[in-house]
């Protein structure tokens, strides 16, 4: 396998790149949640929400990787227990606070609603992503059991993710896909494991891009390569979103490709521009801070969003304002990531708080 990626300059701006990641994850949210904004009468949400879940769960499978991580059994114990400890608490906690603050006449009601969707009252990405560790832990602690390593084993349950997120969007077929049954409530939703289905394979492909990172880096500086990558994101995200020459399940093709070349851009974007996120700029030292505090972030968000229909009711019929409604929703998100950043600093005073709450000693 190849060496990885050089400790600094992995940390500096892939750890920028989640911080921007962060902030359009909350950004979306004040514009869906917040103004009630619908996708379907913004450019700009849609194409970001193509962007934002996927790229996040890139990061995360990319920083998976530890190229000597102790996969005895004991290694393998110690980093389940540490991973269900940082995800399932503080998970737990917020979700009843969230459902006790903004639902309070309806807890019963909205709490057994919540449990029953997939969503969780937003609060299902650290869950599915402790399912996503989970998985490629057990992965991991067999495949560093074969005899031969190869590439084999990493591709071929990449391919396997990707299969199972095709059928999240075949309704005709598969009674867990969107659209399909409605009010179906088998147990992919309450536990969430349809979103394994539906992110996994980015998981899987942030994990192999770093895993083979010296061949993936030479690919990356072929001439081309990034004009083929801004290409294929342009036609692919033009389809799915308004052109829409792919039809019925088809139309999963372009919004699979918009996903993975959307996220590539990224990825490349901040590679080539990693100076300038460094912690020598104050863009830089911005974008790290909040990837830093990404689960803490996520975590309170949902408490402070702003509830201002009237904004959404606006862009709603004033549909296609690419600049003003993204940059709206940019600063709203920023202002309620501040904040969550005081609350985070605040409660992380308490050493006890800091340790189940946020998983930091």
Known sequence: MDAPL??????????????????????????????????K??????????????????ISGFLSYKANADWSFRGFSRMVGKKMRIQIIPTVVFFLVFITLIHPSTFGSSLVSSLASPMKAGYWFTLTLLYMFIIYYVFEFFEQKLKYQSCVPILLLWVLSLIFYETCYMPKDFPWAFGAKKGYDG???????????????FFIFGNIVHR??????????????????????????ADYISLHLLKGAWANLSQTLARYSLLTLTFLFFRYYQTDFSKDKWLGRGLQYIGTRTLDIYLIHFLLLPR????????????????????????GGIIVIGFCIVISNTLRISPFLKKYLFGRQ
């Open 187 to 201: 147990w992919l939703n309450y536990t969430s494991m349809v979103q394994v289905m539906i992110y996994f394979h």
């Open 6 to 39: 050089t400790k600094k300059p992995r940390l500096e701006w892939i750890d920028a790149m989640r911080g921007f990641t962060m902030i359009l994850v909350v950004a979306m949210h004040v514009a869906t949640q917040g103004f009630t904004q619908e996708p």
């Open 41 to 58: 009468y913004s450019s700009s949400l849609s194409l970001f929400l193509l962007l934002r879940m996927p790229l996040f769960f890139f």
């Open 212 to 237: 083979y990172w010296g061949k993936v880096e030479k690919l990356y500086d072929k001439q081309g390569f990034i004009f083929a990558i801004i290409v294929l994101a342009f036609l692919s995200s």
């Open 308 to 331: 201002i229909p009237e904004v959404g009711e606006f862009f709603n019929k004033h549909p296609h304002n690419f600049v003003v409604d993204s940059t709206l929703s940019f600063i």
